[in-house]
């Protein structure tokens, strides 16, 4: 039987070539369109058409997502053509899966039915003066006997005029009560005429034509059925559903730094200096293959947890705090450095390189901040100080995480918690490690030995609430740094049998970059990277896959 086809692989070849003239997906098209600051809409009518959208409902609900890293996989593809589509398409997920997470099977089977039919669901959080303190939200939900009425502003949301539906999180107890809040599936189309307006769209630094907008109610009446989840229990159903697309967000970040480094890379190919291509000179060719080395890096620490979503799920409150802050603010890293490359062509406002990295800024932003990030990890110290003195270690889900050949078990979403009783499998799994040759064997005793003094440091901390001193956050950055060397050793050097010269190479690097040891990183790659910066699928080692049972259909 042949195997199905992979869904980003599949999506690669149906978006066509970026070059072509007509082509909806053309690198020329869309970058006018963002100098116009207009919303992609010809781009978003062919992914509907071409049925993307079964990717945002689970299989049990009846669509075509079974894998969140073919989902993962997906969202990579579609950042690496164009974030302004990618953000405005896949957006329909993030404003759908707190009814994945916590809703009725009814609410469930309709929405379903909607997001497949191609309408669009937004997000509703953040508002104009309270930003990311969500418990400060004033917009209100009053109930009477039969509806919530709905009041207030929410600002700054993606998709808000263009969504048919949205998911509103609103005060329903007291102001500051962290059991105050409950989210609610808003139909904008059942809603009475007057009780709501869509604000104007805000002009951004980056992403220009994405709808960037808001909505207000004024006595929006909502049957009792919209609530979704207990009463109260809004942000909490939030948290736990933050936790998958927080670790997706790591799809947007490497397909744009992977779009960045082809860019810089093709030019240094094409434009010669001192009689020959830039590419050779030295100082070129290392901040090139120390970007395609970050770029392993981010693809490791991404798809391990991901594929750790369905695995390790109680422990995603962790991982996906690590992925959310590591891996954008490794990509701005790698986005700077190789503007430097370009030169003065990576200043034109309406060039495909300012694009990028315009665009992938706001990636740090939503769904949590860098600090929000950061933070969630300070506040689980003692329980992976804890988790690693004990070397708890789930070993099956970390297993089943890292073999990327092995299917990936559902996901229940009744398993997400808030915080992660066992710790961080992967971080505690460390001392057991064996390296899988000698070559990269001081690498793996520096990852331990400082594995060993971190843990020691964590045990040290005491709750901060909210005032965090800037110390504990340099001990969250060290944290996830380490988790990024384990998940560099535990896909790059133990994977699939792969310990052939090109494998340890590659192995080598990534660890050398997490600890620092930048001279040893780059040796031998920068070959990898010119063989496959021509080729419009991905630059890394690891392949598309998919590990979904049966072939998907979709609709071309």
Known sequence: ???PRPPAEWLEDALGDPGAEGNVFSVAGLLELDRREEFPADACARLDELGLQRFYVPAEHGGGLRSYEDLLQVIRVLSRRDFTVALAHCKTYLGSVAVWVAGTPEQAAALARRVLGGE????ALTERDHGSDLLAGSVTATPDAFHHRIDGEKWLINNATRGDLVCVLARTGAPGEARGHSLFLVDKH?????TYRCLPKVPTHGVRGADISGIAFTGAEVPAGAMVGEPGGGLEVLLKALQITRTLCGGM???MAEHALRLATGFAERHRMFGRPLIELPQTARVLAEAYADLMVAEAVTVLSTRAVHSLTAEQSVISAIVKYYVPTLADQVINRLAKVLGARALLVDGPFQKVQRDHRIVGIFDGNTLVNLNALVNQFAGLARGYRRGLVDREGLDAAADLGRELPPLVPARLSLLSRGGCSLVQDLPTRTP???????????LR????GLHEELARTRPAGRDVPPELFELARRYAA?????ACLRLRAGDGGDEDDQGLRRSRACLARVLGRHDEAVDGLLPVLRERVHDRRPLSALPYRSNSRGAV???V
């Open 1 to 3: 039987m042949t195997p």
């Open 482 to 486: 380490l988790y990024a060397g384990a």
């Open 449 to 452: 030995r400082r594995a060993d």
């Open 553 to 555: 259909t979709h609709a």
């Open 120 to 123: 669009v669901v937004s997000l």
């Open 190 to 194: 059942a809603l009475p005429e007057g």
């Open 436 to 446: 899988v040759a000698d070559q990269a064997d001081g690498h793996v005793a520096e």
């Open 253 to 255: 970040s490497l397909g």
